[in-house]
């Protein structure tokens, strides 16, 4: 039995190709944090959960390891007892604790077709590393995944320790702005992590995170990877998803949230733009241009807070588009009503093409609870939040932050039911020029339904009303579409940053 296991691991390594001899050389040492999956592994794995339930952790099994079982079962009188037994505990042990750890790493992006929205509000805790209260996402796409990988690097522990001037300033701004995302693991394809022009690799060599083929075991000042990579072929993707996979590699991470959306959304008002800021000091320029830039430094300069509101967005399509638009051109802030959809929903952060990260999204609940514990715009005792809880949190914009709320509509002779008054309808050109000419630039436009448009009521907190100019005969603009016109428009008073 020993030399036909090793008649048979001979042959398939001789099986391999150069460019597999290659690969698998590169996982050597790296089991920590990197594996590389068959998907033999893969349909052990799932045959195995099918057989164990809930217990599918439980003596894991491998085709080689049934293999062994099925050759010891028969022919012992041919057989040495001892030396099989110690081949039979030592490739069972091995190939146990390698599917062991292929399965907890796989467990997010597993069966995805059967669960498409599931890793949005899937909770986690059966990894020490995550909190029971913790919520996952999944991000489809090579340049979305080396989005997050970007993000999640320049944000985390590891990258702080980075020389680069710019990514220290890009990572202070990320964290001031949007909060920052951790990856849990990526799934990708060998071509997609190992060859140009993807080559997800030299995103981690980059940050230090991988040490390129010419350095040595041993080098120091390579800092450890914060997160699994999970390279497989396309059959073995595929079999893990649950559905042929086209796309080049997967993201898992952890949805970032704001503890205290309040007070981030108040801390907005009082950042500098850093019109006044300069580099570090510049051996080269004058005495003259030094004391022109640090008299400037003494007068910053405000940057207006651009805020988009979403009412009842149902589409994640939708959502996604917007949420790319609203990275375009800068905006600080996406908040959503109660009843929108969830902006780490597989579809909307794979058509955002990994943006999402870049854009904090606030639920309009989450602010109500905390202004209800600081006494602000607290309700009526027995009301309920039938507004998607959107009219009180604009209202506390734009009386006590003093910003201007745009409700943009589609029907100029739309009136709501007539029962009450509603803010005055103003062209989206007039109301550029207004904001040129206003003190304050900063500004919250709110779009609503694709099908029904904004609420009355939350219609009546606006400013005043909105309306895209469209030539005779074109009723309607898609919402992607539309935030994109308002965003801009509104935004032609202030460069883009």
Known sequence: QRRRLQQQTETSSCALSPYQQTIAKWFHGKEEW?????????????????????????????????????????????????????????????EMSRLERIDAWIDPFFDLKEMPNANAIRRTGENSDQSCNDRLFIAEGTEAVRLMIE?????????????????????????????????????????????????LADE????????????????????????????????ALSEIVGFPLARGAMACGIV???QRPLQWLKSLSNRDDGAGESETNNDD????????????????????????????????SNLGSILRTAAAFGVDAVLLSEDSCDAWYRQAVRVSMGYVVTVTTIRAGELRTEMACEGLGMEEEGTKCSDGGLPRVLKWLREDMRIQCFAAVVDADDDGDGTDYLPPLVSLEAI??????????SWVCVLGNEGHGIRDEVVKEASCRIRIGMANGVDSLSLPVAAGILIHGLSLSNKIT
Not at 43 to 52: D, F, K
């Open 34 to 94: 990197a594996v590389f999956v068959t998907a033999e592994d893969v349909r052990a794995i799932r045959r195995r959960r099918r057989e164990a339930g809930e217990q599918r952790r439980d003596n894991l099994q491998s085709p080689v390891v049934d293999r062994i079982q099925r050759d010891t079962s028969g022919d012992h009188h041919n057989v040495d007892n001892s030396s099989s037994q110690k081949v039979t505990c030592v490739e069972i042990e091995s």
């Open 151 to 199: 993000k999640c690097l320049k944000t985390s522990k590891d990258a702080t320790e980075i020389k680069d001037a710019t990514d220290h300033r890009y990572a202070k701004e990320d964290r001031r702005n949007a909060p920052p995302v951790r990856i849990l693991s990526i799934l990708c394809k060998p071509a997609t992590f190992f060859e140009r022009p993807v080559c």
């Open 204 to 235: 981690l060599v980059k940050r230090n995170c991988l040490r390129p083929p010419s350095h040595k075991d041993n080098n120091p000042s390579v800092s450890p990877c914060p997160f699994k990579i999970i390279v497989g072929t396309e059959e």
């Open 256 to 258: 970032p949230r704001i």
């Open 285 to 316: 320029e004058t005495i003259a241009q030094r004391s022109a830039r640090q008299h400037h430094v003494h007068k910053p300069t405000h940057k207006p807070v651009r805020i988009l509101a979403l009412d009842a967005v149902s589409n994640a």
């Open 432 to 441: 550029s020029e207004s904001t040129r000419n206003h003190s304050s630039s």
